[in-house]
């Protein structure tokens, strides 16, 4: 099962702002409670969802390259390193 910071917020009794503060390591959280969460974190094999992340920050760092012809020889030899 992925677990979700929700999900995690649950278990733990706090809000999501701070578990969100836990994770990211920013101040606002006691030293107490943040190792409680990343204890908690690591256990359940916790891991930040990518895709949600990307939607967030609004930056997904892909580029698009929109190809006329794939069965042109040399778009079809084209290799994006």
Do not use: W
Request: no cysteine; aromatic share 8%; hydrophobic share 35%.
């Amino acid at each position: 099962m992925k677990y979700t910071i929700k999900d995690i917020a649950k278990l733990t009794g706090y809000s999501v702002a701070t578990i969100s503060r836990a994770l990211s390591g920013k101040e606002g959280v006691s030293q107490e409670k943040r190792e409680e969460i990343l204890k908690l974190v690591d256990s359940l094999g916790y891991t930040p969802n990518q895709t949600a992340r990307k939607l967030r920050s609004k930056q997904t760092k892909n580029i698009l390259v929109m190809i006329p012809d794939i069965e042109n020889y040399f778009f079809n030899k084209l290799s994006l390193k």
